[in-house]
Nanobody
Framework: QVQLVESGGGLVQAGGSLRLSCAASGRTVSLDAMGWFRQAPGKEREFVTAITSSGSTYYADSVKGRFTISRDNAKNTVYLQMNSLKPEDTAVYYC???????????????????WGQGTQVTVSS
C-alpha cells in the first residue's frame, strides 16, 4: 500500500505562484508514474500533468508553459510548480501514483492505483 499526502495548496492572486508537494509512504515509488489531477466545483476530475519513472513529462494543454512537474525519488516526493496562475486553475488538486510504465494512457485516471486526499488551490481575480 502507498499513502500519499499533498501539501502546499492555498489562496493566491491571479498571476501568482504555488508549489504543491506530494509525499509518498509505504514503499518506494521510484519506478512508478506520478501524476496530478484536479477537480473544479461542478466539473469532472481532469488530468493536469504526469511524470514517468524515467523522467518523461506530460501536460494538459491548459497548463503547458505555466506548470512544471518534478520528482525527487530520494524523498519519494513529486512536486507541482504552478506559475502564472489563473482563476480557472481553482480546484482541488490530487496526486496519484501508478505502476504504469507506458505513455499512451498516462493521462488516464485508470492507470493510477493510489490517490491523495487532495489539496485546495484557489486563485482570486
Amino acid at each position: 500500500q502507498v499513502q500519499l499526502v499533498e501539501s502546499g495548496g492555498g489562496l493566491v492572486q491571479a498571476g501568482g505562484s504555488l508549489r504543491l508537494s506530494c509525499a509518498a509512504s509505504g514503499r518506494t515509488v521510484s519506478l512508478d508514474a506520478m501524476g496530478w489531477f484536479r477537480q473544479a466545483p461542478g466539473k469532472e476530475r481532469e488530468f493536469v500533468t504526469a511524470i514517468t519513472s524515467s523522467g518523461s513529462t506530460y501536460y494538459a494543454d491548459s497548463v503547458k508553459g505555466r506548470f512544471t512537474i518534478s520528482r525527487d525519488n530520494a524523498k519519494n516526493t513529486v512536486y507541482l510548480q504552478m506559475n502564472s496562475l489563473k482563476p480557472e486553475d481553482t480546484a482541488v488538486y490530487y496526486c496519484a501514483v501508478g505502476s504504469y510504465s507506458g505513455q499512451y494512457f498516462i493521462k488516464t485516471e485508470g492507470v493510477y492505483d493510489y490517490w491523495g486526499q487532495g489539496t485546495q488551490v484557489t486563485v482570486s481575480s
